[in-house]
């Protein structure tokens, strides 16, 4: 899920960076809708973030939304990066490094290659519609891929 949003994000227009932080965070907000949203807090948006005091004042004054589409996650400004934010936790490209690509035993570049072209086959309208995402672009290829990325990472 993650690399597939970060691959439509990044189609979209977003940056790479953004677009890693926007594909974690949705991959983390949809698992945490499957399992009813336990672990993510109190409801509250404003993040932790380990910066000095009056860089974190300028960070909460960036605090907002994001629309992909009709989909939107909070944002926020960090050093003139946006990245996402759920549950007090801020995604960074960073995390998705940490989280993602490791998974790929050194092959993430050509799963990221193969979900740019998934997501370049179809045309702006799907991939701004959360609904035909995940029904047109994600659920028809969810395990197939899984299965064929898990593979290339073992052969690594």
């Known amino acids: ?85 759920i549950g007090y936790e801020v995604q960074t490209d960073k995390d998705f490094g940490r989280k993602i690509e490791a998974r790929f035993g050194g092959r993430f570049k050509d799963a990221w290659q193969e979900a740019l072209k998934i997501c370049r086959e179809y045309d702006e309208e799907v991939l701004r519609s959360q609904r035909d995402f995940y029904g047109k672009v994600y659920k028809p290829r969810r395990d197939e891929l899984a299965e064929k990325w898990t593979r290339a990472s073992q052969e690594g």
């Open 1 to 85: 899920m993650a690399t597939l949003q970060a691959a439509r994000a990044k189609v979209l227009g977003m940056k790479v960076a953004q677009a890693k932080s926007w594909g974690l965070n949705r991959a983390i907000f949809y698992a945490a809708a499957k399992r009813g949203f336990k672990g993510l807090g109190d409801g509250k948006v404003m993040p932790k973030v380990d910066l000095p005091a009056k860089k974190k004042k300028e960070v909460e004054k960036t605090l907002g939304t994001h629309y992909l589409g009709d989909e939107y996650a909070y944002k926020l400004e960090i050093d003139g990066k946006t990245l996402f934010t």
